[in-house]
């Protein structure tokens, strides 16, 4: 749930006088996302998303992000395109912060994922990958496993209340994840958080990605391994494995998965689910209780962690 | 900040399936309002609003509201319009929840309010009143002067933990004002909770009042006591009786305001003063500090009141 920044009438009829967009016609904040301010913005030409950036996001990662969806609305993947100013300008400012307005994408995310989406998220993402290949910017990922040691630490000191033993397994986990950790896998730009509500459908047909706030330069198969954690878990925990293999056969369909890619999936999930368990582990232990965030369970990872850990082989993911 | 249910994809096609309104393009929770979960709806055939009625607000006191906006609507007045399903009922079912779609009207709310804003208020309030005149559906304002003895007790506990004192200036308040209460006032409809977020412009117009989930039976002149309040304060807590002017001039070129009325303006003003105090105060002793929903200042309303009980008549209001 977010919107952080209320933003005055008059200020928002000022700053989209900078746009060839028309007067604004409504504006409602979205309660939706939460590391930025998000509003629905209808004008006399059409509906946008108007996205106030709030301070979880670097100024300086703006332009990496902004130019990135650019690039991929350029080449046919349906993703916000970012609106210019008329002084040229994509990224611009209101109420002190980092603004821009981008085209609104019709869909809606599925709240129950079937196996019809895992299919099109494969197929969509693996021409997301093709269609990064020529981007010239590149942003490293602090989110891979060069930051998880860092973050461990940073929650160390309550990972026992959430769970006893967690913080040794952990440490212990994180060990062997570090050194067996791939380098050289094929590589580009990742979006890094490709979850369902980043995905927008319509139908069984994907009309949209949005959120490209964590896209990276880094390896394609770790993109995959996010998206074998949070598309194909059933509710109750169990993997679900006609999912895993209809989204990666749409994958390889578009994008060949090298047999290294392959063999390295299983410790690719693995760092994933630790991504994501430290990500929420440290959010659960610094957001104040009476904050406006809805804190995630960072357990629903540890189970995630532990199913990867367990297998032998990418087998495991429906492939042959 | 609201949306409190979560609408599943599935879910909502099927409602929505019940109405002639296409398929749905598009469905995102708004982050406004604290009563009700509300959606900006997007269908092949346009845009509306979803609300799902949570509960704050009682299911059968929503015949009234619904009938009222669609009497409204029907005579000019811009107010969202209750979509029918096709089998002819507006107030239908989703999520185990009371839930309607109704048009979604174009303007956003003044966050800060100029004179104009105010005499065009004046000029729509009195249309409302004489548009409600034959609306023939009754609620009694269960939030009026005798609701407000019960709500006061039920925070007598905490009230001089807010401020020293609080409880027993209340009760002798109370006492003065339910000692003089008029009767038999013009009465009609009223809106009950016309606050700027509730009025939406564009430019200085009023294109539409929404939330008419507290309008009642009662005193019109209680409904303009609400205004004085709501809309003619300054952020420094100063009183702009050029405000004033401008919206009982305006209201009253539409519907005159009688002698009795204008005799008991200070006294109904200080009343509802007295009501979003109470109710702020309830509020404030009885949310839990981690609830999503941000607690509004009851004091505000503490010097509000304290203005009206030190006029000698409606003169203040500039008035002549």
Same mark, same amino acid.
């Given at each position: 749930?977010?919107?952080?920044?209320?933003?005055?009438?008059?200020?928002?009829?000022?700053?989209?006088?900078?746009?060839?967009?028309?007067?604004?016609?409504?504006?409602?904040?979205?309660?939706?996302?939460?590391?930025?301010?998000?509003?629905?913005?209808?004008?006399?030409?059409?509906?946008?998303?108007?996205?106030?950036?709030?301070?979880?996001?670097?100024?300086?990662?703006?332009?990496?992000?902004?130019?990135?969806?650019?690039?991929?609305?350029?080449?046919?993947?349906?993703?916000?395109?970012?609106?210019?100013?008329?002084?040229?300008?994509?990224?611009?400012?209101?109420?002190?912060?980092?603004?821009?307005?981008?085209?609104?994408?019709?869909?809606?995310?599925?709240?129950?994922?079937?196996?019809?989406?895992?299919?099109?998220?494969?197929?969509?993402?693996?021409?997301?990958?093709?269609?990064?290949?020529? +981007?010239?910017? &590149? $942003? !490293?990922?602090?989110?891979?496993?060069?930051?998880?040691? =860092? /973050? #461990? @630490?940073?929650? %160390?000191?309550?990972?026992?209340?959430?769970?006893?033993?967690?913080?040794?397994?952990?440490?212990?986990?994180?060990?062997?994840?570090?050194?067996?950790?791939?380098?050289?896998?094929?590589?580009?730009?990742?979006?890094?958080?490709?979850?369902?509500?980043?995905?927008?459908?319509?139908?069984?047909?994907?009309?949209?990605?949005?959120?490209?706030?964590?896209?990276?330069?880094?390896?394609?198969?770790?993109?995959?391994?996010?998206?074998?954690?949070?598309?194909?878990?059933?509710?109750?925990?169990?993997?679900?494995?006609?999912?895993?293999?209809?989204?990666?056969?749409? +994958?390889?369909? &578009? $994008? !060949?998965?090298?047999?290294?890619?392959?063999?390295?999936? =299983? /410790? #690719? @999930?693995?760092? %994933?689910?630790?991504?994501?368990?430290?990500?929420?582990?440290?959010?659960?232990?610094?957001?104040?209780?009476?904050?406006?965030?809805?804190?995630?369970?960072?357990?629903?990872?540890?189970?995630?962690?532990?199913?990867?850990?367990?297998?032998?082989?990418?087998?495991?993911?429906?492939?042959?």
């Amino acid at each position: 749930m977010a919107v952080y920044t209320e933003v005055s009438d008059e200020e928002l009829e000022e700053f989209v006088a900078g746009y060839d967009l028309g007067a604004v016609v409504s504006c409602k904040g979205i309660a939706e996302g939460v590391e930025n301010s998000n509003f629905l913005l209808q004008t006399e030409t059409g509906t946008f998303i108007l996205t106030l950036y709030e301070k979880r996001v670097d100024p300086d990662d703006l332009p990496f992000f902004i130019g990135l969806m650019e690039h991929l609305a350029q080449r046919g993947l349906a993703c916000p395109t970012p609106i210019h100013g008329r002084d040229g300008r994509a990224l611009r400012e209101l109420c002190g912060r980092p603004a821009a307005i981008v085209t609104f994408l019709q869909g809606m995310w599925p709240r129950r994922v079937a196996v019809e989406h895992c299919a099109q998220l494969g197929e969509v993402m693996a021409r997301m990958h093709l269609a990064g290949a020529d +981007y010239p910017l &590149v $942003r !490293p990922n602090n989110l891979s496993v060069a930051g998880w040691r =860092p /973050l #461990l @630490a940073a929650s %160390a000191h309550g990972a026992d209340d959430v769970k006893p033993g967690l913080g040794e397994y952990l440490e212990a986990e994180l060990e062997e994840i570090e050194e067996g950790w791939p380098a050289d896998l094929p590589s580009g730009v990742i979006h890094a958080d490709l979850f369902p509500d980043n995905v927008f459908f319509l139908g069984k047909q994907i009309s949209g990605i949005i959120d490209f706030y964590f896209a990276c330069t880094d390896a394609f198969a770790y993109d995959i391994g996010i998206c074998l954690n949070a598309w194909c878990f059933e509710p109750d925990g169990s993997f679900n494995i006609t999912k895993a293999r209809s989204m990666l056969s749409a +994958y390889r369909r &578009v $994008r !060949p998965i090298t047999d290294e890619e392959l063999r390295a999936l =299983p /410790l #690719l @999930a693995r760092g %994933a689910a630790m991504r994501f368990l430290l990500t929420r582990l440290y959010d659960w232990l610094h957001t104040p209780p009476g904050a406006y965030v809805k804190r995630k369970d960072p357990l629903e990872y540890l189970h995630k962690l532990r199913f990867h850990q367990g297998l032998s082989g990418p087998g495991a993911y429906g492939l042959d």
